[in-house]
């Protein structure tokens, strides 16, 4: 949208009109206004955004097809480059047009990969999803030949059907076919294994750990009753204890209102689940959107997609922000269609709006802070008497330009609508729906969390997740809870012990082991428009290499003994988390959580030992939690 931008500002001052419109803006009084105002500008400097669409390309297929390919024969061959190769064919399969041959033929060569990596029954799948297309008869054989070889690795005796219609495609090749001896001698090999004693391939199950909320609130059903909703003019709303909790302990598992993949990670994860998916399968219509299976397809489609499909391309294309232009646009199609209606919504959020009670804004009629319901997003801070006017115009440009395709290319107001600004400036529906996307332009910067998982020894972000009560904790550089994300809410635990009527604070990012306090405030400040006044900003923390020991800190030899004693396993436990040895050993997160409790009872902060500790138990639980892995050739 940079062009657009740089477009309308450079013409707007050409006019002599850029203090005229600074000023008019800044006395609207609401979000729907400004959308108004916003289109009234572009219809006066023919401001309309041009975008063309991204349709399927047997072109674009057969690149990244051959550019597989090609990766796929270099040496070494490793578990990165395999999935550097699968996204390549996944992108070759987004690319490719439905029941094509090039759908086909990616299919058959992403199951290469996949047997290559020993994901055998995920390459049966595009096995058989090539065969059900337009393959090639010429090269059956090798399909065939290939899907033989999987299931006798996973020990399925059960292959005469394939292995004669193998053999009946071995048939059809030319005697002067080199491969012909080839795949005769693997095929004869394969049938005898099969009639051997195989042990079938048994998965090993990760199982996450079942942490749970022992006693839930009456206030907020995804949290515990050891905590509750507070409000004051100093901290807004805030969570505090109302008891003693322990470390370790379970705070609350929310389940996200809305979530939407990472750009980086749309060829190897699925669109509407986020889980890891190295097979996935296409949107009809567009290139971005790829699923797990049809179920979560479906899904999908029934949800959003449907409504977000045609613009979905070009929001790509046009967007630096994908992130918050889709996610926007995405909570606004949600939120219709839970309401059913534009006027039962409209009625809601002006319920919301007229709220008098800021500690209760966003309950539902049950008098219940939902984690499933708009209104409870609705509700969160968007900081918008904060943000500068060219921050608040540039988002309701964007939002514009979301709401014109929206509005011009899909059906999401029942019909699609005229290309004039004009139009959509008259149609309340229309403007009422611009208002809410501007509102989660601001609101997303300010409450979004991000979706990670373990990726080798390093955490990263698989996606974006709206989460109501989870926006509602303060931020502190040395937080006193820890998130970790699993395959469908985020855990949250304290991380140290917290006494009633203490606040529960979380961290935004900028944590004091890792930056400095002149760039966490100002990063701070910039994003979420507070100056951070917590102990290790006040007290000026050193970062990770300039904290003391206990051996330092502590003076007391019985306190020292204690504390000596305690962390006798502490680095054979960082071992056993660094190399993922932990899942089977649910006493590691025991007696680290005994670690914490003994330091902060014996030991001042900040402390060396305490801060590895705690980063130990974020390793372990993270462990148990998404995970990306790498596959071993």
């Known amino acids: 949208m940079e062009i657009l931008h740089e477009t309308f500002y450079r013409r707007i001052k050409e006019a002599n009109k850029d203090i005229w419109v600074t000023n008019k803006f800044n006395t609207l009084k609401n979000d ?4 108004i105002f916003t289109l009234t500008v572009m219809q006066e400097f023919n401001i309309v955004p041009k975008a063309k669409d991204v349709p399927k390309s047997s072109v674009d297929s057969i690149k990244f097809r051959e550019e597989g390919n090609k990766l796929f024969f270099t040496n070494p061959l490793d578990g990165n480059k395999c999935i550097e190769v699968l996204r390549l064919y ?8 439905p029941s094509s041959e090039e759908l086909a033929l990616a299919y058959a ?39 033989v070889e999987c299931l006798v690795s996973i020990g399925e005796s059960s292959i005469e059907e394939d292995y004669e219609t193998a053999l009946h495609w071995l048939e059809k090749m030319s005697l002067d076919d080199p491969k012909r001896k080839e795949f005769q001698t693997k095929l004869q090999y394969l049938y005898e294994q099969s009639k051997k004693e195989i042990k ?29 909703i507070k409000y004051n003019d100093r901290y807004g709303r805030h969570v505090v204890a109302t008891r003693d909790i322990s470390p370790g302990e379970v705070i609350a598992s929310e389940k996200p209102y809305s979530f939407i993949l990472s ?45 977000e499909c045609p613009v979905f391309s070009i929001l790509f294309e046009i967007s630096n922000y994908i992130k918050f232009d889709l996610f926007s646009a995405r909570i606004a199609i949600q939120a219709m269609r839970e309401f059913k209606s534009l006027e039962n919504l409209r009625r809601r959020i002006k319920q919301i709006d007229e709220w008098d009670d800021p ?4 309950f539902g009629s049950d008098k219940k802070f939902h984690s499933n319901k708009y209104i409870s997003i609705y509700s969160l801070t968007t900081n918008t008497e904060k943000r500068p006017a060219i921050d608040l115009f540039r988002r309701s440009v964007d939002a514009c330009i979301i709401l014109y395709l929206l509005a011009t290319r899909t059906m999401i107001f029942g019909d699609k609508l005229e290309h004039e600004l004009s139009a959509l400036i008259k149609n309340k529906d229309v403007t009422l729906i611009g208002g809410l996307i501007l509102r989660h332009q601001q609101l997303i910067p300010s409450n979004i969390h991000s979706f990670d998982e373990e990726y080798g020894l390093d955490s990263r972000e698989r996606g974006a997740v709206a989460m109501a009560f989870y926006s509602l904790f303060n931020h502190s550089c040395d937080p006193n809870v820890l998130r970790y994300s699993r395959s469908t809410d985020i855990i949250m635990c304290a991380a140290y012990p917290i006494k009633k009527g203490e606040q529960l604070l979380d961290n935004y990012g900028q944590h004091y082991a890792i930056m400095v306090k002149p760039r966490r405030q100002e990063k701070l400040l ?11 900003c006040e007290q000026n923390w050193p970062l990770y290499f300039g904290l003391s020991s206990f051996q330092d800190l502590v003076t007391d030899p019985y306190d020292k003994s204690i504390i000596s004693m305690a962390l006798i396993k502490f680095e054979t436990y960082v071992s056993l988390a660094t190399v993922d040895e932990v899942h089977d050993k649910p006493y590691v997160i025991q007696d680290l959580l005994k670690m914490v409790q003994i330091l902060y009872n014996h030991a001042p902060m900040p402390c060396k030992e305490m801060n590895e500790v705690v980063e130990t138990i974020k390793r372990v639980y993270c462990l148990n939690g998404n995970r990306f892995d790498l596959p071993m050739i």
């Open 109 to 147: 060569n992403r199951s290469a990969v996949l047997l290559k990596i020993h994901k055998y029954e995920k390459s049966i799948q595009d096995i058989d999803r090539a065969l059900s297309l337009n393959y090639p008869d010429k090269l059956k054989v090798k399909l065939y030949v290939r899907k």
């Open 526 to 536: 910039k994003q979420y428009y507070f100056k951070c006044d917590c102990i290790p």
């Open 200 to 228: 079938k391939n048994i998965k090993k199950q990760r199982n996450q750990h079942l942490l749970k909320v022992k006693s839930h609130s009456e206030e907020v059903p995804c949290a515990s009753d050891a905590i509750a």
């Open 359 to 362: 500690r209760t804004k966003g």
């Open 90 to 97: 996944t992108k070759s399969v987004a690319y490719a047009n």
């Open 32 to 35: 729907e206004e400004r959308v």
């Open 263 to 307: 750009p980086d990670n749309i060829y190897t994860h699925c669109s509407n689940c986020l889980d890891v998916s190295l097979a996935s399968i296409p949107c009809d219509y567009c290139t971005y959107a790829m699923y797990c299976s049809e179920k979560c397809k479906l899904e999908d489609w029934k949800k959003y997609h449907d409504i």
